[in-house]
């Protein structure tokens, strides 16, 4: 590599550290957290961002950094702040002069930062002015009378560079509110509470970062509240310890709350105001995420998106039930109402780029499930312990009348009381959904041969008419690319084959795949196994493959159709036909497969 590339990449490296460091100084601040969490940060080479300048903020709470630019951490923290609070104090409000308008909420967000002392100017000189009101400011610069000399006392304080406005009154389809923005002034107001708080209490020798007694106190009422009025999660509440305590939620980097289910602890960032109402919905989530064991069910999938599916059905969930009060900004979207946390799962991997962005109580980009070390045998005591919890506490729910109970949750809590059902067990019973039983008759035509002591006396045998097999067939569209292993093509194509034997499947049409895709016509389930070959021509292609089963005359409209793959393929559409994929355990699809998806393990 040539030593103007290493200068290059040390450079960028340089910048990066710098941002992050200055985006962490907006972090530590109680009064721009909440805010913060609620935006969406972004520094992207290729995103809309100010060329000249440090950032800009959307309508809808993007903060658009510049990633070449390099600012010491304390400029970039002011620039972070600034925009925040244009989302804080309302400055979104549309003006009939909109450059003017831009200048007098820039002059007041940096007054306030200002005397604030929080982070550095990115531009020199001082603010002398002693108007602190954005309308009246606005209104003097609208003033025709106003020289060029008076209206440069009020410029150049926005973080988009050369006088360029750093308010973007368009909507940003990477933000995390695509239909309703959350109340930017009632964060800012919690968040100005809260640092006062602090302050008042610093002033008096009170160390502010150490436990906070008054938020103890109300996480140990709320808890209270679920051991003695709400069953459900009682006895689960019960086995927590609640720990509130400011420094280690700062070294755990938790904004809100997060849970740890292997050590039986949930973490409350006391920073974080919270209202009893918000804090019973916040540790019913955490509750909820450890007693149905999501840290375990995670498997092969990626452990933050896993959080994020996991996250839009507790708060579903806990928002049908009414159990308190759900916090501004936290995961929520009706389209994933009454779906598993694998189905959203599932969905959200289509779009990694938009939802990577998003935030857990944790904070944007951490999950709040904790992971934890812990051995077998206290795995299968925290097994056995949330699964009789759960039981017990649905029992008593229902049997008490204590409130609704959304269809989906109690399905799951009656299915941690049985083990998972094998890949293999459930590619049968798909197989018997199709695939009923077949009469069979005693015909002479064709002898038994299992009397041979008595062979002058002619037994019938059992067989099967052609009519009843007519049309009694499925179709494989097979990825034989190079990317497939071996191994999961042997184990895919017996299991296909002994299937197939045991429903009296007499041929299956095979399609195979990768760059182009191949009619191997009828073929009996146990052949085709000895005629797959690996050819590893490049990437796969699947959908030709099923288009030339749509179009094949000879293959049935009814008949359902398997695909395998290792998830390395295009997105296949599949006409509304039945269908079912087969893929490695660790493996995921480019899409949102509306048929079931058997996974190989073992």
Not at 326 to 339: C, I, Q, S, V
Not at 372 to 387: M, P
Not at 454 to 463: A, F, G, L
């Given at each position: 590599m040539s030593k103007s590339k290493d200068k290059r990449?040390?450079?960028?490296?340089?910048?990066?550290?710098?941002?992050?460091?200055?985006?962490?100084?907006?972090?530590?601040?109680?009064?721009?957290?909440?805010?913060?969490?609620?935006?969406?940060?972004?520094?992207?080479?290729?995103?809309?961002?100010?060329?000249?300048g440090l950032a800009s903020v959307t309508i809808n709470g993007?903060?658009?950094?510049?990633?070449?630019?390099?600012?010491?951490?304390?400029?970039?923290?002011?620039?972070?702040?600034?925009?925040?609070?244009?989302?804080?104090?309302?400055?979104?409000?549309?003006?009939?002069?909109?450059?003017?308008?831009?200048?007098?909420?820039?002059?007041?967000?940096?007054?306030?930062?200002?005397?604030?002392?929080?982070?550095?100017?990115?531009?020199?000189g001082t603010l002398s002015s002693v108007i602190k009101d954005e309308d009246k400011l606005y209104h003097l610069l609208c003033d025709q009378a106003l020289t060029s000399e008076q209206r440069s006392e009020y410029t150049g304080l926005g973080t988009a560079g050369h006088n360029a406005p750093d308010m973007v009154f368009t909507w940003d389809s990477g933000g995390h509110y695509r239909s309703k923005l959350p109340d930017w002034t009632k964060l800012f107001a919690r968040g100005l509470s809260r640092a006062v708080t602090i302050a008042v209490k610093q002033a008096s020798t009170v160390d502010a970062r150490s436990t906070s007694t008054?938020?103890?106190?109300?996480?140990?009422?709320?808890?209270?509240?679920?051991?003695?009025?709400?069953?459900?999660?009682?006895a689960i509440a019960a086995n927590f310890k609640i720990i509130v305590d400011y420094k280690v939620c700062q070294r755990m980097d938790i904004t809100i709350a997060a849970v740890s289910p292997s050590l039986s602890e949930i973490y409350i960032n006391p920073v974080t105001y919270l209202d009893p109402e918000e804090l019973r919905f916040v540790l019913a989530h955490e509750f909820l995420h450890a007693a149905l064991r999501h840290d375990v069910r995670k498997e092969w999938r990626d452990a933050f998106l896993w959080n994020i599916a996991c996250d839009f059905v507790i708060n579903g969930w806990l928002t049908d039930m009414g159990v308190g009060s759900r916090p501004d900004g936290l995961l929520y979207d009706d389209k994933f109402k009454g779906a598993s946390a694998e189905a959203v799962y599932d969905h959200i991997v289509t779009d990694m780029r938009t939802y990577r962005k998003l935030a857990t109580l944790r904070g944007v980009g951490l999950g709040d499930i904790l992971p934890g070390e812990t051995g077998r045998s206290?795995?299968?005591?925290?097994?056995?312990?949330?699964?009789?919890?759960?039981?017990?506490?649905?029992?008593?729910?229902?049997?008490?009348?204590?409130?609704?109970?959304?269809?989906?949750?109690?399905?799951?809590?009656?299915?941690?009381?049985?083990?998972?059902?094998?890949?293999?067990?459930?590619?049968?019973r798909w197989f018997d959904e199709y695939f009923s039983p077949i009469e069979k008759k005693r015909s002479y035509a064709r002898t038994s041969r299992r009397q041979s002591s008595t062979p002058d006396i002619p037994c019938p045998n059992w067989v099967i008419s052609n009519a009843a097999l007519d049309g009694r067939t499925f179709g494989v569209v097979l990825d034989t690319s190079g990317s497939m292993e071996r191994s999961l093509l042997a184990t895919a194509l017996g299991a296909i084959a002994s299937y197939s034997a045991a429903r009296d499947i007499p041929a299956a049409r095979v399609v195979f795949c990768d760059a182009e895709s191949y009619d191997a016509g009828y073929m009996k389930p146990e052949d085709i196994a000895g005629t797959v070959k690996v050819k590893g021509r490049g990437g796969t292609v699947l959908q030709?493959?099923?288009?030339?089963?749509?179009?094949?005359?000879?293959?049935?409209?009814?008949?359902?159709?398997?695909?395998?793959?290792?998830?390395?393929?295009?997105?296949?559409?599949?006409?509304g036909r039945e269908h079912a994929f087969l893929i490695p355990g660790g493996a995921t699809l480019p899409f949102a497969p509306k048929g079931k998806v058997f996974r190989i393990s073992g």
């Amino acid at each position: 590599m040539s030593k103007s590339k290493d200068k290059r990449e040390e450079k960028l490296d340089i910048v990066s550290e710098l941002f992050y460091a200055g985006e962490h100084m907006v972090s530590l601040n109680p009064l721009f957290m909440h805010l913060k969490l609620m935006a969406n940060i972004r520094r992207e080479e290729n995103g809309k961002y100010p060329q000249n300048g440090l950032a800009s903020v959307t309508i809808n709470g993007v903060i658009r950094c510049n990633p070449k630019c390099r600012a010491e951490p304390a400029k970039w923290a002011r620039a972070i702040a600034h925009c925040l609070l244009h989302l804080g104090m309302g400055h979104f409000v549309r003006h009939d002069r909109y450059i003017e308008w831009n200048i007098a909420c820039d002059y007041v967000v940096e007054k306030f930062l200002s005397d604030l002392g929080f982070g550095k100017p990115w531009y020199n000189g001082t603010l002398s002015s002693v108007i602190k009101d954005e309308d009246k400011l606005y209104h003097l610069l609208c003033d025709q009378a106003l020289t060029s000399e008076q209206r440069s006392e009020y410029t150049g304080l926005g973080t988009a560079g050369h006088n360029a406005p750093d308010m973007v009154f368009t909507w940003d389809s990477g933000g995390h509110y695509r239909s309703k923005l959350p109340d930017w002034t009632k964060l800012f107001a919690r968040g100005l509470s809260r640092a006062v708080t602090i302050a008042v209490k610093q002033a008096s020798t009170v160390d502010a970062r150490s436990t906070s007694t008054d938020s103890s106190s109300q996480a140990e009422s709320a808890r209270q509240w679920f051991l003695s009025r709400y069953p459900l999660l009682g006895a689960i509440a019960a086995n927590f310890k609640i720990i509130v305590d400011y420094k280690v939620c700062q070294r755990m980097d938790i904004t809100i709350a997060a849970v740890s289910p292997s050590l039986s602890e949930i973490y409350i960032n006391p920073v974080t105001y919270l209202d009893p109402e918000e804090l019973r919905f916040v540790l019913a989530h955490e509750f909820l995420h450890a007693a149905l064991r999501h840290d375990v069910r995670k498997e092969w999938r990626d452990a933050f998106l896993w959080n994020i599916a996991c996250d839009f059905v507790i708060n579903g969930w806990l928002t049908d039930m009414g159990v308190g009060s759900r916090p501004d900004g936290l995961l929520y979207d009706d389209k994933f109402k009454g779906a598993s946390a694998e189905a959203v799962y599932d969905h959200i991997v289509t779009d990694m780029r938009t939802y990577r962005k998003l935030a857990t109580l944790r904070g944007v980009g951490l999950g709040d499930i904790l992971p934890g070390e812990t051995g077998r045998s206290a795995d299968i005591d925290l097994d056995s312990f949330y699964r009789r919890a759960l039981s017990q506490g649905l029992e008593y729910h229902s049997d008490q009348g204590r409130g609704y109970l959304p269809v989906g949750l109690i399905e799951e809590i009656r299915a941690l009381s049985h083990p998972p059902i094998p890949w293999d067990v459930e590619l049968a019973r798909w197989f018997d959904e199709y695939f009923s039983p077949i009469e069979k008759k005693r015909s002479y035509a064709r002898t038994s041969r299992r009397q041979s002591s008595t062979p002058d006396i002619p037994c019938p045998n059992w067989v099967i008419s052609n009519a009843a097999l007519d049309g009694r067939t499925f179709g494989v569209v097979l990825d034989t690319s190079g990317s497939m292993e071996r191994s999961l093509l042997a184990t895919a194509l017996g299991a296909i084959a002994s299937y197939s034997a045991a429903r009296d499947i007499p041929a299956a049409r095979v399609v195979f795949c990768d760059a182009e895709s191949y009619d191997a016509g009828y073929m009996k389930p146990e052949d085709i196994a000895g005629t797959v070959k690996v050819k590893g021509r490049g990437g796969t292609v699947l959908q030709p493959g099923i288009d030339l089963l749509k179009k094949a005359e000879d293959f049935p409209e009814e008949a359902p159709i398997l695909v395998i793959t290792d998830g390395q393929c295009d997105k296949v559409i599949l006409y509304g036909r039945e269908h079912a994929f087969l893929i490695p355990g660790g493996a995921t699809l480019p899409f949102a497969p509306k048929g079931k998806v058997f996974r190989i393990s073992g």
